[in-house]
């Protein structure tokens, strides 16, 4: 599994994200449900050494608009 650091990476500013398979699995989410839910990420903060959250903006209302990277999975658009 990779690190933290190297999920911030690859998870920049512009990019259309979901939610990882086991985020959802964690918060009782149904993948169907969840299918076609996307975000833009608008911000990457870096809250730590070894900690990045991002702002995401969701084509559904409801969700955090804060997450933390290693949540997020990089879609093509």
């Not at 959802?24 to 990420?41: W, Y």
């Amino acid at each position: 599994m990779p690190n933290q650091a190297e999920v911030s990476q690859r998870i920049q500013e512009g990019d259309t994200v979901t939610l990882t398979q086991s985020f959802m699995d964690r918060h009782g989410l149904h993948r169907d449900s969840m299918t076609f839910i996307r975000g833009k990420v608008t911000a990457v903060h870096r809250i730590s050494v070894s900690l990045f959250m991002a702002d995401i903006e969701w084509n559904r209302p409801g969700l955090s608009k804060r997450l933390n990277v290693k949540n997020l999975v990089k879609v093509e658009n």
